[in-house]
Nanobody, 121 residues
Framework: QVRLVESGGGLVQAGGSLTLSCTVSGSIFEINTMCWYRQAPGKQRELVAA???????NYADSVKGRFTISRDNANNTVYLQMNSLKPEDTAVYYCNADIRRTSWIKSYDYWGQGTQVTVSS
């Protein structure tokens, strides 16, 4: 069974920083793109940042220059370094990964349980 476990959320003042991490466990063959999404109350889930196996990255315009996504392939972990946090960054942050469990089947999307990030003004 594949599991994605996030950590690092919490309460921080505006202008502060947090680092989220997400570790994939279980029997896997390879992990392709890894992403962070977020969902604020009453809003749709949105893509925050993505990182491919080759380390190319993509960011939502709202976080460019403030957030950095990175990955540690040896430990099946993805990170999201969040700086200059704003109250509008408050949301539940979800880890997502495109994972192939064996070499002979297609890859599937897996999700973590989410971690709350609250930024106070």
């Amino acid at each position: 069974q594949v599991r994605l476990v996030e950590s690092g959320g919490g309460l921080v003042q505006a202008g502060g920083s947090l680092t989220l991490s997400c570790t994939v466990s279980g029997s896997i063959f390879e992990i392709n793109t890894m992403c962070w999404y977020r969902q604020a109350p009453g809003k749709q889930r949105e893509l925050v940042a993505a990182i491919a196996r080759g380390d190319s990255t993509n960011y939502a315009d709202s976080v460019k220059g403030r957030f950095t996504i990175s990955r540690d392939n040896a430990n099946n972990t993805v990170y999201l370094q969040m700086n200059s946090l704003k109250p509008e960054d408050t949301a539940v942050y979800y880890c997502n990964a495109d994972i192939r469990r064996t070499s002979w089947i297609k890859s599937y999307d897996y999700w973590g349980q989410g971690t709350q990030v609250t930024v106070s003004s």
